[in-house]
């Protein structure tokens, strides 16, 4: 049975950083491609940052670029996302996704697992 367990949530004002941690079990790690999404109530989930199964390739969306990095642990079965410069905007439920294919990755609807989900709060 797979699991993503994300952890590292809070809240934090404006300008702060927070460091996210996805752990998974229950599949070949180094064989998933990783990513980051993040839902605000309402609205469809967002796409954040990914990376391939060796941590070569990353990918992020524009209202993160720059801001956030996503990296991995191979040896440990961990995905993490560091935010720097945390914006009001950021506050969200930030979950992990896992899938078998880079590109699968990209887009929730084609993400094979996901974890619970981790509440990021920003205040001004």
């Known amino acids: 049975q797979v699991q993503l367990v994300e952890s590292g949530g809070g809240s934090v004002q404006a300008g702060g950083s927070l460091s996210l941690s996805c752990a998974a079990s229950g599949l070949t790690f180094s064989r998933h491609a990783m990513a980051w999404f993040r839902q605000v109530p309402g609205k469809e989930r967002e796409f954040a940052a990914r990376i391939g199964g060796g941590g070569v390739s990353t990918d992020y969306s524009d209202s993160v670029k720059g801001r956030f990095v996503i990296s991995r642990d191979n040896a440990k079965n961990m995905v993490y996302l560091q935010m720097n410069s945390l914006k009001p905007e950021d506050t969200a439920v930030y979950y992990c996704?896992?899938?078998?294919?880079?590109?699968?990755?990209?887009?929730?609807?084609?993400?094979?697992?996901w974890g619970q989900g981790t509440q990021v709060t920003v205040s001004s």
């Open positions: 996704a896992a899938d078998r294919y880079y590109w699968g990755v990209r887009t929730a609807a084609h993400a094979d697992y």
